[in-house]
């Protein structure tokens, strides 16, 4: 991906770029690279979805601060987005099934 | 033809900044500074300028408006002394680090404590490491002069670094002197237009800045940083030779003073150096080879330039109006020796006066005995001591 206007590749995000091509004083050149950025790597604990209790009632997506619960076009929740699930447990809290287990990270 | 008129250097620097009409003026009182928001204001309150003028509560808000307004696009200004600055101490390298080319007005005065409002360079030395692109004024011109070069030093694309302009607090802020000034068009048409590439507020180009930066990029960033440092020594040197072909003044690293054939030096910033220049003038009808060097960038500080020039004298005396509190001597000494070591410059014995702290008069026979040491240097070729105070009661 690039930005429009000014030709800045995302090579700004790579963490081999040299200091003559990154972006000055570390600006974004372009919107919504959050995506780019795994910060599930920081996550201690994590939530299991137990897809046979689950009652698709959607009270656990909308608590999730990182947007890790995606939701298909049918408006079924699917699988957590583990690259970006921080492990917080809101959502294993929030689920009024006992449908999202909580388990230690390996 | 050039305006001549009469003014204060702080009338001068927010005559300037009238001139340039910038977006937004973020300034919080303080003296000896507070004259340059309150002329400006008026000019606002006039209908002079087109400028949006932030009344903040702090000099810590002052800076973070401007770099707020720097970053949505605009071009961002403001003044301070001592305190003040100190207040805006994280703000100063945020701005410098996020590549803000915000330009402010700093009039020398005293950090406290002890609590003292008069003139000395504790303040701005103190920010010397901060990122800042520093520019020291003699007098009401020079402060004027540097202002109407300070943006396009600054917003220069191989640059892109805020720009503080340093003048003497009281001695030039408040000191009614002959000035000459550009005309508006004139001035309009050297300092131009701010076209940023990137800014928060451009709709077709959304970016982010300021973000989180880990050990994985920051230090490129500040490779990056060091190396637009590195540039404004050329952009510095350009503008000046453009602002020459405007009004005839001449502006480069540093200024020499009746250094020709001159055996010693003194290497002084801002007011002072009009005192230096008296003195030289009437040691010299004496016979003595005395002169002057005057910075003018203290950063980036000229390293080549002053080593080299510096090499062709016996003994010099690099005079601070500040203490680094080092037990070594003062910040512009330490500078001045870095840089002749760093480029093999041996020859001359230097020595470090501090001098004028807390705004101590400076008198020509003070000058008179650091020119008669020097000279004994020479003489005797021994030094003594190195690390010396001015003109304090012992
Ligand atoms: S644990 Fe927290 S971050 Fe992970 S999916 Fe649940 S609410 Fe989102
Ligand atoms: S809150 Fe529990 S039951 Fe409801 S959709 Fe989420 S996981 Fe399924």
Same mark, same amino acid.
């Given at each position: 991906m690039s930005c429009k206007s000014c030709n800045l590749e995302r090579k700004e995000l790579s963490p081999d770029v040299t200091w003559k091509d990154i972006t000055e004083g570390g600006t974004i050149a372009d919107a919504g690279n959050a995506v780019l950025i795994k910060t599930g790597e920081w996550r201690s604990k994590r939530p299991v979805w137990l897809k046979d209790k689950c009652k698709q009632c959607l009270l656990c997506f909308p608590v999730c601060p990182d947007s890790s619960i995606p939701v298909n076009s049918e408006g079924n929740r699917e699988d957590f987005d583990y690259d970006h699930c921080k492990g917080c447990g809101i959502c294993v809290k929030v689920c009024p099934f006992k449908a999202i287990d909580f388990v230690d990270e390996g | 033809? =050039?305006?001549?008129?009469?003014?204060?250097?702080? #009338?001068?620097?927010?005559?300037?900044?009238?001139?340039?009409?910038?977006?937004? &003026? @973020?300034?919080? $009182?303080?003296?000896?500074?507070? #004259?340059?928001?309150?002329?400006?204001?008026?000019?606002?309150?006039?209908?002079?300028?087109?400028? #949006?003028?932030?009344?903040?509560?702090?000099?810590?808000?002052?800076?973070?408006?401007?770099?707020?307004?720097? =970053?949505?696009?605009?071009? @961002?200004?403001?003044?301070?002394? @001592?305190?003040?600055?100190?207040?805006?101490? #994280?703000?100063?390298?945020? *701005? %410098?680090?996020?590549?803000?080319?915000?330009?402010?007005?700093?009039?020398?005065?005293?950090?406290?404590?002890?609590?003292? !409002?008069?003139?000395?360079?504790?303040?701005?030395?103190? *920010?010397?490491?901060?990122?800042?692109?520093?520019?020291?004024?003699?007098?009401?011109?020079? =402060?004027?002069?540097?202002?109407?070069?300070?943006?396009?030093?600054?917003?220069?694309?191989?640059?892109?670094?805020? &720009?503080?302009?340093?003048?003497?607090?009281? !001695?030039?802020?408040? %000191?009614?002197?002959? !000035?000459?000034?550009?005309?508006?068009?004139?001035?309009? =048409?050297? &300092?131009?237009?701010?076209?940023?590439?990137?800014?928060?507020?451009?709709?077709?180009?959304? !970016?982010?800045?300021? $973000?989180?930066?880990?050990?994985?990029?920051t230090f490129e960033h500040k490779r990056q940083q060091a190396q637009a440092m590195m540039n404004a020594k050329n952009v510095i040197l350009e503008v000046a030779r453009e602002f020459e072909k405007l009004t005839g003044r001449k502006y480069g690293f540093f200024e020499e003073y009746r250094t020709e054939d001159a055996e010693t030096v003194i290497v002084v910033l801002n007011s002072t150096a009009g005192t230096v220049k008296y003195v030289v003038d009437q040691m010299r009808k004496e016979g003595k080879k005395v002169g002057l060097i005057k910075p003018r960038v203290y950063r980036p500080f000229p390293v080549d330039e002053i080593a080299s020039a510096l090499s062709r004298f016996k003994a010099i005396a690099v005079m601070d109006k500040a203490d680094s509190f080092n037990a070594a001597g003062g910040p512009l000494f330490t500078d001045v020796t870095s840089a002749m070591y760093a480029k093999s410059v041996f020859g001359p014995k230097v020595i470090n006066y501090i001098y004028g702290l807390g705004g101590r008069d400076v008198r020509t026979d003070d000058i008179e005995l650091v020119f008669n040491n020097l000279l004994k240097i020479v003489e005797t070729g021994e030094v003594g001591s190195v690390y010396n105070y001015l003109g304090v009661r012992e």
């Amino acid at each position: 991906m690039s930005c429009k206007s000014c030709n800045l590749e995302r090579k700004e995000l790579s963490p081999d770029v040299t200091w003559k091509d990154i972006t000055e004083g570390g600006t974004i050149a372009d919107a919504g690279n959050a995506v780019l950025i795994k910060t599930g790597e920081w996550r201690s604990k994590r939530p299991v979805w137990l897809k046979d209790k689950c009652k698709q009632c959607l009270l656990c997506f909308p608590v999730c601060p990182d947007s890790s619960i995606p939701v298909n076009s049918e408006g079924n929740r699917e699988d957590f987005d583990y690259d970006h699930c921080k492990g917080c447990g809101i959502c294993v809290k929030v689920c009024p099934f006992k449908a999202i287990d909580f388990v230690d990270e390996g | 033809m =050039a305006i001549r008129e009469r003014m204060s250097g702080n #009338e001068a620097v927010a005559f300037a900044m009238k001139q340039i009409n910038p977006d937004v &003026v @973020a300034a919080f $009182p303080i003296t000896p500074s507070t #004259e340059i928001p309150q002329y400006f204001s008026t000019y606002v309150s006039n209908g002079e300028v087109d400028t #949006e003028f932030i009344a903040v509560e702090s000099e810590h808000s002052a800076m973070s408006a401007c770099i707020g307004a720097q =970053a949505a696009g605009g071009r @961002a200004m403001t003044a301070t002394s @001592a305190n003040g600055l100190a207040l805006m101490w #994280e703000c100063l390298y945020i *701005a %410098a680090c996020s590549r803000l080319p915000i330009v402010m007005a700093v009039v020398n005065r005293t950090m406290s404590g002890p609590l003292n !409002i008069h003139n000395d360079h504790s303040d701005s030395m103190g *920010a010397r490491d901060s990122g800042w692109i520093q520019l020291y004024s003699e007098n009401n011109q020079e =402060a004027y002069d540097n202002m109407l070069m300070a943006h396009r030093i600054a917003e220069h694309p191989s640059v892109m670094l805020p &720009v503080m302009v340093c003048q003497d607090g009281f !001695i030039t802020s408040h %000191a009614v002197e002959n !000035i000459e000034l550009v005309e508006d068009d004139k001035v309009k =048409a050297f &300092v131009g237009e701010y076209n940023p590439v990137h800014y928060l507020l451009n709709r077709d180009n959304p !970016i982010s800045m300021g $973000p989180l930066d880990h050990f994985t990029h920051t230090f490129e960033h500040k490779r990056q940083q060091a190396q637009a440092m590195m540039n404004a020594k050329n952009v510095i040197l350009e503008v000046a030779r453009e602002f020459e072909k405007l009004t005839g003044r001449k502006y480069g690293f540093f200024e020499e003073y009746r250094t020709e054939d001159a055996e010693t030096v003194i290497v002084v910033l801002n007011s002072t150096a009009g005192t230096v220049k008296y003195v030289v003038d009437q040691m010299r009808k004496e016979g003595k080879k005395v002169g002057l060097i005057k910075p003018r960038v203290y950063r980036p500080f000229p390293v080549d330039e002053i080593a080299s020039a510096l090499s062709r004298f016996k003994a010099i005396a690099v005079m601070d109006k500040a203490d680094s509190f080092n037990a070594a001597g003062g910040p512009l000494f330490t500078d001045v020796t870095s840089a002749m070591y760093a480029k093999s410059v041996f020859g001359p014995k230097v020595i470090n006066y501090i001098y004028g702290l807390g705004g101590r008069d400076v008198r020509t026979d003070d000058i008179e005995l650091v020119f008669n040491n020097l000279l004994k240097i020479v003489e005797t070729g021994e030094v003594g001591s190195v690390y010396n105070y001015l003109g304090v009661r012992e």
